[in-house]
């Protein structure tokens, strides 16, 4: 069975880094078009980024813009999120999910459009 872990989450002050990792157990994610989400208590899951299978593209909310940065090792079926300067709004539950084969870059910020997802890692920015 497919399977996406992460982890790497954890208490930090704001400023702080954070580096989280998405590991993929049961089949290769080296074609797979990865996306990382979260979800702050109260509110609606929302797009982080996301990055291609060949690290060609990348796509970013724009409040982690400059902050935040994914990059991904094949051959380790593993996808990371470095989280840079964070800060008390960045405090979620962040998942990972893997892009259904076939969509278009152009709807990449769609959470429908994932298929696999894993089970969170939270991330606390205190003040």
């Known amino acids: 069975q497919v399977q996406l872990v992460e982890s790497g989450g954890g208490l930090v002050q704001a400023g702080a880094s954070l580096r989280l990792s998405c590991a993929a157990y049961?089949?290769?994610?080296?074609?797979?078009?990865m996306g990382w989400f979260r979800q702050a208590p109260g509110k609606e899951r929302e797009f982080v980024g996301a990055?291609?299978?060949?690290?060609?593209?990348?796509d970013y909310k724009d409040s982690v813009k400059g902050r935040f940065t994914l990059f991904r090792a094949n051959a380790k079926n593993t996808v990371y999120l470095q989280m840079n300067r964070l800060k008390p709004e960045d405090t979620a539950v962040y998942y990972c999910?893997?892009?259904?084969?076939?969509?278009?870059?152009?709807?990449?910020?769609?959470?429908?459009?994932?298929?696999?997802w894993g089970q969170g890692t939270q991330v606390t920015v205190s003040s």
């Open positions: 990055i291609s299978w060949d690290d060609a593209n990348t």
């Open positions: 999910a893997r892009r259904r084969f076939g969509t278009s870059w152009a709807t990449i910020r769609d959470d429908s459009r994932y298929d696999i």
């Open positions: 049961g089949s290769s994610f080296s074609s797979s078009t």
